[in-house]
């Protein structure tokens, strides 16, 4: 596994590495922390100190090479700190300069990653900007995103399975490949004893009609159960079911959700209820109608959930 990691060295950033010891990422893998300076670095040319530049430049110059030397620094620190949250991982440190989050999408494309972590957006300037790159990645990149939120600490009566390392996750579906990719990635990670998943399916008018538009997906999950084209949503229960049968086979303890309302809230209000630690989801619903299902979701679902977001493609 890859990893590919967005970092500034804050305090928020610094809750994201630590989220990640509850990922159920493997024992093993690589890990990339990039820091990125938001300075354009001119080219270096071979003789270029000979040139007589104007003084303003140079200086220009310079502090964007004390920027990237600052990036490198704060990659490096971020690395020192994944290393204890992911002992058995190799990791590296790289500051450059560039635009955040095209920086962030870039390098993911070119390494490639398997796996982006960025911080989720804040109340403070900073968190703001890292919510507009956080957003712009989840839109932008070709590979699943985590968008890490921390959760705040839960009393002890409040804890779960009686195991304090336990996470609560809910996993969005909507019968499309992305969301049944969402279900993989969850059953294929190492999960805490006692950690619960909730399959999470939301009936609306969309989601409802489905079926009659003839989308393959919702199509070949009613023919499993003899459905009907006008059978309703009860496709939508067995779709759920089944994915969290898929689950319980991976060991996790699972429980299908069916709800019927507005999508975007009720995945938050779930979220908000169950004490959720992580929102897994597709990066896109059901074809032909995907911008009205999953796929419109996930930017808000990002934005405005409770918990960590992790988006799948």
């Not at 095209?102 to 960025?118: M, T």
């Not at 890292?130 to 002890?156: L, N, P, Q, Y």
């Not at 999950?221 to 229960?237: H, S, Y």
Request: with cysteine.
């Amino acid at each position: 596994m890859k990893l590919l990691i967005g970092y500034d060295g804050s305090q928020f950033a610094d809750e994201a590495l630590d989220d990640l010891a509850r990922a159920g990422l493997p024992p093993a893998g690589q890990a990339e922390v990039l820091a990125v300076a938001d300075v354009l670095l001119p080219p270096a040319h071979e003789g270029a100190a000979a040139v007589d530049l104007p003084a303003g430049l140079v200086k220009a110059i310079a502090t964007a090479h004390e920027a990237v030397e600052e990036a490198q620094a704060i990659a490096e620190r971020g690395a020192d700190r994944l290393r204890d949250v992911l002992p058995g991982w190799s990791v590296a440190a790289h500051g450059i300069a560039d635009s955040p989050a095209w920086a962030i999408i870039k390098r993911a494309d070119e390494w490639p990653a398997d796996l982006i972590l960025v911080g989720a957006q804040g109340h403070g300037f900073w968190q703001r900007m890292m919510g507009s790159i956080s957003s712009m990645v989840v839109a932008e990149a070709h590979c699943s995103v985590r968008v890490a939120r921390r959760v705040e600490a839960r009393s002890a009566g409040e804890a779960r399975s009686g195991d304090s390392e336990a996470v609560n996750i809910i996993v969005a579906v909507d019968g499309s490949d992305h969301a049944a990719r969402a279900v993989e990635t969850v059953a294929g990670r190492d999960w805490p004893q006692g950690s619960t998943a909730h399959v999470v399916a939301i009936v609306d008018a969309k989601l409802d009609g489905a079926l009659a538009a003839g989308v393959d997906a919702a199509r070949r999950w009613a023919e499993e159960i003899g459905l009907e084209l006008d059978g309703g949503d009860a496709w939508v229960r067995h779709m759920a079911d089944r994915s969290a049968e898929k689950l319980r086979q991976h060991g996790l303890e699972a429980h299908a959700v069916v709800r019927e309302g507005n999508p975007k809230q009720l995945l938050i209000d779930e979220a908000e209820q169950r004490d959720a630690d992580v929102i897994f989801m597709g990066a896109r619903g059901l074809s032909r109608v995907e911008r009205v299902l999953l796929g419109g979701m996930s930017r808000v679902v990002v934005a405005r959930a409770p918990c960590t977001v992790e988006i799948v493609r």
